[in-house]
């Protein structure tokens, strides 16, 4: 499926509904961004727990970075 989208001046992009779909990709959900031989990929992960307390949040995305830089 190949879909046609516009970045903006902030750099941000609107994934269309028919790909949202088809991904199971749902507000508040979290895309893992790559560069593989040129294109971006994104790639939907799970980070528990599914809703992020406020006063922790800090602490998921220290794990969540140290966990992608290990896969490197």
């Known amino acids: 499926m190949n879909e046609l ?3 903006s001046s902030k750099g941000l992009l609107t994934l269309p509904k028919s790909i949202r ?3 199971n990709i749902n507000i508040g959900d979290y895309l893992d961004v790559t560069i593989e ?5 994104l790639q ?3 980070i528990m ?4 307390d406020r006063e922790n949040e ?3 995305w220290k794990e969540y970075a140290i966990r992608r830089l290990t896969k490197e």
């Open 44 to 46: 939907k992960v799970e």
């Open 21 to 23: 779909e088809q991904l």
């Open 37 to 41: 031989t040129g294109k971006v990929v």
């Open 5 to 7: 989208v516009k970045v």
């Open 58 to 60: 800090d602490k998921v």
């Open 49 to 52: 727990p599914k809703k992020i």
